[in-house]
């Protein structure tokens, strides 16, 4: 039975999914799910949770990710990717001087038009499956986060490099489409690799998983998923009020200011996220490990 997170550098050509079922049969394990979807074109950081780790998988969602980005000036395509079919080519004229100074309209509080090839649903329907049969719905803006926008370089085949720090919810291919129209060009993704999740910055391959599954070792590739919570105050039970209470999902009274706290048993054993409300400590999500038998 495994616990716990592991931080994957995805490949390219595979989708979150896809990694997740891969996990699945590497540690024997059906609880498993991922923060944050990359499309199968992206590479990099994609957390990964195992058993009752996935209980903290809705608490990721509001981390704001890194990404370096390749964008393809001149080009336009309907997934607003390379991946895509190309809708119009046009010369460009803008050189970094340009780029630059067009840069500056998309840092801070913007709005951004989901892309027609994406998963969010309107009237019940996801997008991509309405944009598969060739119809285009309306879509409205929505207000995402870019807190840093840099310029690194262009490469050798003429595309520019983008390091972009930003709030959940943002399209990095709608970023790049949108600058392009700046410019008047037009502009499409060409590459993309994430780099950054919350507080995850480093992965580990799929083959390094694997040969460590082979070996019998890949549980020790997991790390406790307390680390999710990091910002959060520690709080530590007693022996009777994680026996009497927390293993109950009762409240129990507490003597700490008002607030959330990650609550550690006598052992230092990660038991929970609790809130302290009203002189008493109720579990907001419990972590501990279910005695079935």
Aim: with cysteine.
């Amino acid at each position: 039975m495994a616990n716990g997170i592991i931080i994957i550098d995805k490949p390219q050509g595979w989708t979150s999914m896809d990694v997740c079922a891969k996990l699945r049969g590497m540690f024997q394990e059906r609880r498993v799910g991922h923060a944050g979807t990359l499309d199968p074109m992206a590479t990099g950081i994609l957390p990964v949770f195992l058993g009752r780790a996935t209980r903290a998988v809705e608490f990721t969602e509001g981390y704001d990710k890194e990404y370096v980005a390749s964008l393809r000036l001149g080009v336009v395509t309907n997934t607003q990717d390379t991946t895509g079919e190309i809708l119009e080519e046009r010369p460009v004229r803008a050189g970094r001087q340009e780029l630059e100074a067009v840069l500056e309209q998309f840092r801070g509080d913007i709005l951004q038009v989901p892309p027609m090839y994406s998963a969010i649903k309107v009237n019940g329907k996801k997008l991509y499956e309405l944009a598969r049969k060739g119809r285009e719905v309306e879509r409205k803006p929505r207000q995402v986060t870019i807190s840093s926008l840099e310029l690194l370089g262009q490469e050798e085949n003429g595309d520019w490099k983008l390091r972009v720090e930003c709030s959940k919810g943002t399209y990095i291919r709608t970023l790049c489409h949108d600058i392009g129209q700046a410019l008047g060009c037009g502009g499409t993704m060409s590459a993309l690799r994430r780099t950054r999740v919350g507080p995850f910055v480093e992965g580990v391959s799929l083959e390094q998983v694997q040969q460590e599954a082979d070996q019998g070792r890949a549980q020790a590739m997991l790390t406790g998923v307390e680390g999710c919570f990091a910002h959060l105050p520690i709080a530590e039970a007693a022996a009777r009020e994680r026996d009497k209470f927390i293993l109950n999902g009762a409240a129990y009274p507490c003597r700490l200011a008002p607030g959330r706290y990650r609550v550690r048993g006598p052992e230092g054993e990660f038991l929970m996220v609790g809130e302290v409300k009203d002189g008493k400590m109720t579990t907001v999500k419990s972590f501990f490990e279910v005695d079935r038998s």
